[in-house]
């Protein structure tokens, strides 16, 4: 597993997704300092959250019931020299940051992102291949990037791989819509 090869951080973009319109969004809970002490939370990210600790984490693929949401935090700009979606992510210290925004999965919502682990593919082009003989399926990965593969995944929320596209700065994205959560 390797991720996507993308300059900067993850970005996204929503499609079609409910939490904005149902309020299926949680604001209120810190990143985990044992998860995020050495990475940023990046947008684009499939999290856990942890609301009896207030907490964000990644996902854990070994347990059952939790609650898995998008990271989408609003950008700000850290350095007017260094402007663009792909220069921003959301930190554990709170000195440097802002709690992050992520939004409750539900089936059907449909996102783009470059916050990608290509699994078992090589490049975002043997994932392209794929894609014109099959399904390329997704999952929350123990990491946060989003990891593709072949089958569907047994824990966690199943997402599939609708298109290859690009991110408004021309860097490769892949379009995500929930199946089932």
Do not use: W
């Amino acid at each position: 597993m390797a991720r996507m090869v993308i300059d900067g951080f993850g970005q996204l973009e929503l499609n079609n997704v409910a939490f904005r319109r149902d309020g299926r969004i949680e604001a209120q809970c810190a990143l985990s300092t044992v998860d995020f002490a050495e990475v940023p939370a990046e947008n684009g990210m499939i999290l856990r959250v942890k609301k009896a600790d207030h907490e964000i984490c990644f996902a854990d693929a070994s347990a059952a019931n939790q609650l898995y949401a998008l990271n989408y935090s609003s950008e700000h700009m850290y350095d007017e020299r260094k402007p663009g979606l792909k220069n921003f992510a959301t930190y554990a210290d709170k000195s440097k940051n802002f709690l992050p925004r992520v939004g409750y999965l539900a089936a059907g919502d449909l996102f783009t992102t470059n916050c990608i682990d290509l699994g078992s593919y090589a490049s975002a082009a043997a994932v392209a291949s794929a894609l014109e003989s099959g399904e390329v399926f997704a999952a929350a990965g123990t990491q946060g990037a989003i990891v593709l593969g072949a089958s569907a995944p047994s824990v966690g929320p199943v997402m599939q791989v609708i298109k290859k596209t690009t991110m408004p700065d021309g860097q490769d994205a892949f379009q995500i819509q929930v199946l089932k959560v």
